[in-house]
């Protein structure tokens, strides 16, 4: 029997979608207004979901203090009010797209909890535009 636990967090960050091996024109072409050289904000929202066998003991999946706590250091201090491409060093090369965040905090939680719990990611980067992500 699995059981899903899930935490809601948020982060607000800037942003510019763009590659730096593209030329300017390719990137505007591409990206329009996301492109903008002034970069742009949102207000990420964030929900991270562990699923597993319930502890006998404890009654949880996982204590959500302590995924609470895992999305606090991996999550919100490193990236809210930053600028993702000048700032998060995962994004130094690579394009801060809703679909490369989802998966750059899959990554980082994916270290810090049991491998045998299942893991998914859900991002909204505005209030209509969300992407989910639970690991290849
Ligand atoms: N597949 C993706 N497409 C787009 C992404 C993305 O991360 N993945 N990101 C963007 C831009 O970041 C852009 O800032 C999104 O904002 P916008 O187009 O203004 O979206 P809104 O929901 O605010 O606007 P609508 O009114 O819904 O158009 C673009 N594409
Ligand atoms: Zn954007």
């Keep these: 029997m699995k059981v899903t636990v899930s935490r809601k967090a948020h982060f607000n960050a800037a942003h510019r979608l763009h590659r730096k091996d593209w030329t300017d024109e390719k990137n505007n072409a591409v990206f329009g207004k996301c492109n903008n050289a002034n970069f742009h904000g949102h207000n990420y929202e964030l929900t991270v979901s562990v699923s597993g066998a319930i502890d006998p003991e404890t009654g949880y999946v996982i204590d959500i203090k302590d995924l609470a706590d895992l999305i606090l250091e991996e999550v919100e201090k490193p990236f809210d009010h930053k600028n993702l491409n000048l700032d998060v060093p995962e ?21 810090k909890i049991d491998m045998a719990l299942d893991l998914e990611v859900i991002l909204y980067e505005t209030p209509r535009n969300f992407v989910s992500y639970r690991g290849a």
């Design 91 to 111: 994004f130094f090369d690579l394009n801060p797209t809703a679909e490369n965040i989802a998966v750059v905090i899959w990554n980082k939680i994916r270290k």
